[in-house]
């Protein structure tokens, strides 16, 4: 039995929001997408939600670093120092900022994919097809029963 990969994305703005899944769907991608606007129930989401990524199996992050509430990289350290399956959740940081020393800290942080917006959708895409194999091929699915 495979696992659905979950994306997570968590971004305050809903025309990017809604535009950033146009694209995923437009890629093929048709993962079940669950939509925060805030760090602070997004946070709650990954660490506490039966159905979420710390109890649940495989999840991506797309992540805006400039959130209402806190941010991004607040929620990337918290991801990347959790316990279990959580910290192996791959985050793709999705934002405005191209500043070096910032791509650099998301980076040293344990993000795997830094996006500039305006992005340039083709090669999203290809990244988000590229963690997803990724967590096709290293998750070991839960049912033990097809020995």
Known sequence: MTQHVTIVMIEDDEGHARLIEKNIRRAGINNPIK???DGTSAVDYLENAPEGPAHNGPALVLLDLNLPDMSGTDI???IKSAEGSLKRTPVVV???TDDKVEI???YDLGCNVYITKPVNYESFAQAIRQLGLFLSVIQVPGDESHA
Do not use: E, G
């Open 104 to 106: 650099q800290r998301c």
């Open 35 to 37: 939509h925060f606007l």
């Open 76 to 78: 990337l350290t918290r």
């Open 94 to 96: 999705l934002t405005t």
